[in-house]
C-alpha cells in the first residue's frame, strides 16, 4: 500500500526566507503528484500538478520537483509571506482513475 | 475556482439517522470523488465516479453509498449515520483523472 509521509509536520519561517516543504512516498508507480494548500476550516487549494514523465514544475514563486526513484518531491516557495501561512498537503496519484493517497501535511506558519 | 458546491455545509445529526451529502459541480467533468478528513488520519477516499451511473468503492467505502444520476451531481449517503463518521467531507471533479479541484467542505457531526 502506498504511504505518503510530509516532514516536518510544522514549520515556522520569518518573512523572506524561503520555503521547503518535503514529501515522500513508497511506492515509485505512481501517476502524478498534486501540492495542494489548504487554509484553516477551508476547502483545498491546487498549486501544481506534475505528471510522472516530468522532474519539476514551476508557478510564480512556486516550483515543486519530483524525483520517483528515490520516492521524493520537494515544494520550494521563495521569499515566504505572511499570507503563504497555510497548511500544504502532497497526494499521489497510483492507478488510472485518479485516486489521491495524501499525506498529513505540513503546517506552514510565516511571521512577519 | 472551479465551479463546485457542497451541500449543506454545516449538519448536526443524531445516530441512526440517514444523510445525503450533495456535490454539485458547473464544469462539466468526468470523474468526480468524495473524501474524508480527520485529524490523525488525513484525507481519505470514500467512493469515487467515472461517469453518469458509474460508481466505485474508495479506501474507506464502508458504512458509505453513493449515486450519480447527472454528470453535476454527486450523492454521498450515510444509511445510518455513527459517530465514527463525524468528519468533514470533501468533494473533488477531475476532467481527465488529473489535476482534481476540491469544493468547499461540509462539517458533518453525529451526536
Known amino acids: 500500500k502506498q504511504e505518503v509521509t510530509q516532514i516536518p509536520a510544522a514549520l515556522s519561517v520569518p518573512e523572506g526566507e524561503n520555503l521547503v516543504l518535503n514529501c515522500s512516498f513508497t511506492?515509485?508507480?505512481?501517476?502524478?503528484l498534486q501540492w495542494f494548500r489548504q487554509d484553516p476550516g477551508k476547502g483545498l487549494t491546487s498549486l501544481l500538478l506534475?505528471?510522472?514523465?516530468?522532474r519539476e514544475q514551476t508557478s510564480g514563486r512556486l516550483n515543486a520537483s519530483l524525483d520517483k526513484s528515490s520516492g521524493r518531491s520537494t515544494l520550494y516557495i521563495a521569499a515566504s509571506q505572511p499570507g503563504d501561512s497555510a497548511t500544504y498537503l502532497c497526494?499521489?496519484?497510483?492507478?488510472?482513475?485518479?485516486?489521491?493517497?495524501f499525506g498529513a501535511g505540513t503546517q506552514v506558519v510565516v511571521t512577519p | 475556482d472551479a465551479g463546485i458546491t457542497q451541500s449543506p455545509r454545516h449538519k448536526v445529526t443524531e445516530t441512526g439517522t440517514p444523510v445525503t451529502l450533495r456535490c454539485h459541480q458547473t464544469?462539466?467533468?468526468?470523474?468526480m470523488y468524495w473524501y474524508r478528513q480527520d485529524p490523525g488520519h488525513g484525507l481519505r477516499l470514500i467512493h469515487y465516479?467515472?461517469?453518469?451511473?458509474?460508481?466505485d468503492k474508495g479506501e474507506v467505502s464502508d458504512g458509505y453509498s453513493v449515486s450519480r444520476s447527472k454528470t453535476e451531481d454527486f450523492l454521498l449517503t450515510l444509511e445510518s449515520a455513527t459517530s465514527s463518521q463525524t468528519s468533514v467531507y470533501f468533494c473533488?471533479?477531475?476532467?481527465?483523472?488529473?489535476?482534481?479541484?476540491f469544493g468547499p467542505g461540509t462539517r458533518l457531526t453525529v451526536l
Open positions: 464544469e462539466n467533468h468526468r470523474y
Open positions: 465516479s467515472y461517469g453518469v451511473k458509474d460508481t
Open positions: 497526494a499521489v496519484s497510483t492507478d488510472s482513475w485518479g485516486k489521491l493517497q
Open positions: 511506492d515509485s508507480a505512481i501517476y502524478n
Open positions: 473533488a471533479i477531475s476532467e481527465s483523472r488529473d489535476e482534481q479541484f
Open positions: 506534475i505528471q510522472s514523465s516530468q
